[in-house]
């Protein structure tokens, strides 16, 4: 039995900047846009792993939230709180100078961690903490 990772979701609260970040400057295919105005849903990939996608999905809108916990969601995304995902590339100082390029919000440069791992982190236009890890 093979098990992949075919989805992965992350919120954003405005479509054109989370296109322009994973299309324009991550590199990503824009693989679905589906909705209109603040209720778009955002499939984007890496160009060579057509069977793995990033669903970027309006937050709190899913039947069954409450005023109170639409509103906490809202405030822990504000916050870079909410959600997180890692990336890896085989040119870390290369994307990382890419990032910087575009206005991307740094929140770590290039660095040797102590657990082996060399990365930088960044947040996404809706707060999502964005870590890469370089492969060796």
Not at 11 to 29: K, M, N, Q, S, V
Not at 66 to 88: F, M, N, Q, V
């Amino acid at each position: 039995m093979t098990i992949t990772i075919h989805y992965a979701f992350l919120p954003h609260t405005d479509a054109d900047a989370a296109i322009a970040f994973y299309r324009d400057t991550l590199g990503f295919d824009l693989r679905n846009d589906v909705g209109s105005n603040n209720m778009r849903w955002l499939t984007v990939g890496p160009p060579d792993q057509p069977e793995t996608g990033i669903v970027l999905h309006p937050p709190a809108v899913d039947p069954g939230i409450t005023d109170d916990e639409r509103r906490t969601i809202l405030e822990l995304i504000a916050k870079g709180s909410y959600a997180a995902l890692t990336l890896a590339t085989d040119d870390l100082d290369g994307l990382f100078d890419r990032l910087v390029a575009s206005g991307a919000d740094v929140v770590q440069e290039p660095t040797d961690q102590p657990y082996g791992v060399r990365d930088c982190a960044f947040r996404d236009p809706t707060g999502n903490l964005i870590r890469i890890n370089e492969r060796r």
